[in-house]
């Protein structure tokens, strides 16, 4: 069964920083691509960034450009977002997605359950 | 990298049909065939429903089914059930990015 488990969320003040991780289960992990997806309360899904199998090919949102970091550990079955100089507009339940292939698509066959980064002072 | 436009909301009953449109450009939806849909209930994660414009994971319904003509793609949700009432959100490849429309709620009367 495959399992995406989100970690690292919290209450963050605006300008600070905060690592988020993911532990996938269940799959091969390095032979596919994943992605970080945001959900702002009360509001739509967005894109935040993907990273293709061997992190060869990485892609994030304009609005999160220069701010975030994705990087995966394939031995540690792990994904990550390095999110630095956080905004109020950065507030979401971020989501760890898998993709069913390799790299490129932006498609998400299964999800996490998501954790809560809030940022306020 | 704009959101791809849905309605914000659509109804039917059930049993009834009903289509929920997502519209982009020939960048993202008319440019790749990686249109996909997604189900989402209150406090859950989403669900693929529809991905490659028309293909359906397993274990869902064909009551659900996709299509796509030029930069809009379309979900059609046929013998509508109770269980469907959800908000519906297409994305699509754009390049390396990734893009969402801004969600539909489906509300089944």
């Known amino acids: 069964e495959v399992q995406l488990v989100e970690s690292g969320g919290g209450l963050v003040q605006p300008g600070r920083s905060l690592r988020l991780s993911c532990a996938a289960s269940?799959?091969?992990?390095?032979?596919?691509?994943m992605h970080w997806v945001r959900q702002a309360p009360g509001k739509g899904l967005e894109w935040v960034s993907g990273?293709?199998?061997?992190?060869?090919?990485?892609g994030y949102a304009d609005s999160v450009k220069g701010r975030f970091t994705i990087s995966r550990d394939n031995a540690k079955n792990s994904l990550y977002l390095q999110m630095n100089s956080l905004r109020a507009e950065d507030t979401a339940l971020y989501y760890c997605?898998?993709?069913?292939?390799?790299?490129?698509?932006?498609?998400?066959?299964?999800w996490g359950q998501g954790t809560l980064v809030t940022v306020s002072s | 990298q704009s959101a791809l436009t849905q309605p914000p909301s659509a109804s039917g009953s059930p049993g009834q049909s009903v289509t929920i449109s997502c519209t982009g450009t020939?960048?993202?939806?008319?440019?790749?065939?990686?249109v996909s849909w997604y189900q989402q209930h209150p406090g859950k994660a989403p669900k693929l429903m529809i991905y490659?414009?028309?293909k359906r994971p397993s274990g869902v319904p064909d009551r659900f089914s996709g299509s796509k003509s030029g930069n809009t793609a379309s979900l059609t949700v046929s013998g509508l059930q109770a269980e469907d009432e959800a908000d519906y959100y297409c994305?699509?490849?754009?390049?390396?990015?990734?893009?969402f429309g801004g969600g539909t709620k489906l509300t089944v009367l």
């Open positions: 994305s699509s490849y754009a390049g390396s990015l990734g893009v």
């Open positions: 490659e414009v028309s």
């Open positions: 990273i293709s199998w061997n992190s060869g090919s990485i």
């Open positions: 269940g799959f091969t992990f390095d032979d596919y691509a």
């Open positions: 020939s960048s993202d939806v008319g440019g790749y065939n990686y």
């Open positions: 997605a898998k993709s069913p292939f390799s790299g490129g698509s932006c498609l998400f066959d299964y």
